[in-house]
């Protein structure tokens, strides 16, 4: 399968001793990468969906206590969602 490739050829390029040190700098990556997405999703929903379309009167505390609970709410779907993606 074409999933296995990439971590045959860290093993096999890559010291044994360093390959700890590559799991956490690649795990990093992928989690940095969900912050941003995740961050972004959250600002724009916030700002450009709740305070224009649902709330206008909303005040900035609120807007980004609503987006802040968008977040939550869409790390949690995307955690129920992913396992089916594999497939």
């Keep these: ?3 296995t490739v990439y971590p045959l050829l860290v093993r096999a390029v890559m010291p044994d001793w ?3 040190f590559f799991a956490a700098v690649l795990l990093g990556s992928i989690l940095s ?3 941003s997405a995740l ?3 959250s600002t724009l929903f916030g ?3 709740y305070k224009i ?3 206008p009167e909303a005040s900035d505390d609120r807007v980004v206590k609503i987006a802040g609970w ?3 709410a869409l790390s949690l ?3 129920v969602i992913a396992p089916f993606l594999e497939h």
Excluded: H, M, P, R
Aim: aromatic share 20%; glycine share 8%.
């Design 33 to 35: 990468t969900f912050n």
């Design 18 to 20: 360093s390959l700890g």
């Design 39 to 41: 961050n972004s999703a």
């Design 77 to 79: 779907i995307s955690f």
């Design 70 to 72: 968008f977040g939550v």
């Design 47 to 49: 700002l450009e969906i």
């Design 53 to 55: 379309y649902i709330y």
């Design 1 to 3: 399968k074409s999933d």
